[in-house]
Every structure is written in C-alpha cells, then in structure tokens.
T-cell receptor, first 114, second 116 residues
Framework: KAGVTQTPRYLIKTRGQQVTLSCSPI?????VSWYQQTPGQGLQFLFE???????NKGNFPGRFSGRQFSNSRSEMNVSTLELGDSALYLC?????????????FGEGSRLTVL | GENVEQHPSTLSVQEGDSAVIKCTYS??????FPWYKQELGKRPQLIID?????GEKKDQRIAVTLNKTAKHFSLHITETQPEDSAVYFC???????????????FGKGTHLIIQP
C-alpha cells in the first residue's frame, strides 16, 4: 500500500510570495493533518481535515490555510511568506481523527524563504 | 490547550545501557500517549503508544509507563543499540469540547545518542 506522498519535496521562495503544498494520504484514510517542524519548536500542529472539515487550527496566523478534497487529498497554503516560515512541513494521514490513533507521516516539504 | 513537556533534550548513553525519556502533560482528560522516533533526515514513525486504561506497555526492548495521577509518562529503551540513535517525540491528543481530538501536541523532542 502506498504511503503518504508530499509534493514538492523542496522549494525556495522569497518573502512576500505564497506557496501551496500538496499531500496525498494513504488510501482509505480520511484524516489529514499538517505539522510544522523547526529545530527550535519541534513539531507544531497546524490543522487537521477530516471528511473535508477543519475543526480547529493550531496557533498560527491567518496566512496559513488549507483544504481537503473529496478524495481526501489535502493542500496547505501560506501567503505573504516571512523568513520565519522556513521549516519542514509534514503531512500525516490516519484512519480516524489524528488525536486517537497512529499518524503516518509523509517525508515532508522543506520550505526555505529568502 | 494541552501542554506537553519533555526531558531531557539530549541524552547520551553507552551501547547496551538503558535510556529513559520523560514527559508531562497538562490536560487530565488526555487518554492516548504515543511516542514517535525520527531518524536523521527521515519522517517520524510511531514506535509505541499507550492508552489511559493501562499503566504499562512493552514491545521487545521498548516500554512505556503512564502515571495518570501525576500526569506523566515515560519511554524506556533497554539494551540500547546504535540504531536507536534518533530524536524521540512524546505526544498527547489535542482535545476539544465534546470529547474529540483533532491532532497531537508534541513534546520538543529528545536527541538520543548511543555511544559505542
């Protein structure tokens, strides 16, 4: 069974630009969650989508948004990029909601903002 | 919201010795506590988890203990081997009103170094 796929794997942007990251979950998984990983802050929850619905959002500004499609694929968008947005963005899928069972992570999208 | 504290941030042990990593959480309603291992340049992967209805769970050289009264849980690795070198993250669920959870709050990680 194919794992979680994230694209692109690496990208470089400049301040003020926007970026869209994509995540394809494991087949049959309805939940997709996004995490930001940085050396200083570890893994921080961005948001989770379950059956196309986002419940709550982590402590991130409105520049961070996302959506989930009917086939469970998800995208996240960051607008007006800042230097501090440089990070590894990890997507994870799970069969149920992400807080009660195993998360299967993708390899991540490494964003560098110059 | 849930707050998860993890200690130590770095742990160096001799190969063959045991390693213990500790975490505390703030929300007494939390009921699921996973541990993830992330090797250098790789994705985090679940290595063991425990639910609040048990106090201890073992899987070969790895064990997790949970003390709900004190709100802390620990990862124990015995007979450490070079392949145990990695960053380990503990986590607890992000609970919302109504009793559901929509993701995990992670500790900041422990870099475990196995010295030959």
């Amino acid at each position: 069974k194919a794992g979680v796929t994230q694209t692109p794997r690496y990208l470089i942007k400049t301040r003020g630009q926007q970026v869209t990251l994509s995540c394809s979950p494991i087949s049959g998984h309805r939940s997709v969650s996004w995490y930001q990983q940085t050396p200083g802050q570890g893994l921080q929850f961005l948001f989770e989508y379950f059956s196309e619905t986002q419940r709550n959002k982590g402590n991130f500004p409105g520049r961070f948004s996302g959506r989930q499609f009917s086939n469970s694929r998800s995208e996240m968008n960051v607008s007006t990029l800042e230097l501090g947005d440089s990070a590894l963005y990890l997507c994870a899928s799970s069969a149920g909601t992400g807080g009660v069972g195993e998360l299967f992570f993708g390899e991540g999208s490494r964003l560098t903002v110059l | 919201g849930e707050n998860v504290e993890q200690h130590p941030s770095t742990l160096s042990v001799q190969e063959g010795d045991s390693a213990v990593i500790k975490c505390t959480y703030s929300d007494s309603a939390s009921n699921y506590f996973p541990w993830y291992k992330q090797e250098l340049g790789k994705r985090p992967q679940l290595i063991i988890d425990i639910r609040s209805n048990v106090g201890e769970k073992k899987d070969q050289r790895i064990a997790v203990t949970l003390n709900k009264t004190a709100k802390h849980f620990s990862l124990h690795i015995t007979e450490t081997q070079p392949e145990d070198s990695a960053v380990y993250f503990c986590a607890a669920p992000r609970l919302y009103s109504g009793g559901g959870a929509d993701g995990l709050t992670f500790g900041k990680g422990t870099h475990l170094i196995i010295q030959p």
